[in-house]
T-cell receptor, first 111, second 113 residues
């Protein structure tokens, strides 16, 4: 079954404690992206990747890092999380610009 | 840079009412247009998409959207909504070398039974 898998689905952490949210897709897609969803702001792109070892900043990259060492994986790293990074995060992948497939989401709370 | 504007942030309707959600984008070149739906507690799912050809696009669950190039618009419509249509709806656009779409802020739709 074609899917984008994020882990964990829910995470509560404390300010400053490094965390990683994993994202994996099994569709051999070149393009992957991370979004955060906040009430009234919709989805805002954090980082995207056009292929292995090729990443670029989206609209709200501050406080986040990504890596793309393998085609299927695109982890999102928060080196020092802060409360303003409390949000719902979605990973997406696509083969071309015709449709993006989304993961189930990760609800992160930073206290 | 492309941007997407959704005019209605919150819409409340009764069952069987007609629905139209506005979406405008800013980009002068060729675009691909999408409407995604997010049911409560779930991830985004594709409702319909437009790449080229007939500007009236039909999607799942009775939804349709019309691409009007001169108005840079891609409005979503449904003749008769159901309670199960309660969800958040996102308009999105990708263009040129942008393979990951840009999203609007979303419209929250509540349908009363």
């Amino acid at each position: 079954e074609a899917q984008v898998t994020q882990n964990p689905r829910y995470l509560i952490t404390v300010t400053g404690k490094k965390l990683t949210v994993t994202c994996s897709q099994n569709m051999n897609h070149e393009y992957m992206s991370w979004y955060r969803q906040d009430p009234g702001l919709g989805l805002r792109q954090i980082y995207y990747s056009m292929n292995v070892e090729v990443t670029d900043k989206g609209d709200v990259p501050e406080g986040y890092k990504v890596s793309r060492k393998e085609k299927r994986n695109f982890p999102l790293i928060l080196e020092s999380p802060s409360p303003n990074q409390t949000s719902l995060y979605f990973c997406a992948s696509s083969r071309d610009n015709r449709e993006a497939f989304f993961g189930q989401g990760t609800r992160l709370t930073v206290v | 840079a492309q941007s997407v504007s959704q005019h209605n942030h919150h819409v409340i309707l009764s069952e069987a009412a007609s629905l139209e959600l506005g979406c405008n984008y800013s980009y002068g070149g060729t675009v691909n247009l999408f409407w995604y739906v997010q049911y409560p507690g779930q991830h985004l799912q594709l409702l319909l998409k437009y790449f080229s050809g007939d500007p009236l696009v039909k999607g799942i669950k009775g939804f349709e959207a019309e691409f009007i190039k001169s108005k840079f618009s891609f409005n979503l419509r449904k003749p008769s909504v159901q309670w199960s249509d309660t969800a958040e709806y996102f308009c999105a656009v990708s263009s040129g070398g942008s393979y990951i779409p840009t999203f609007g802020r979303g419209t929250s739709l509540i349908v009363h039974p």
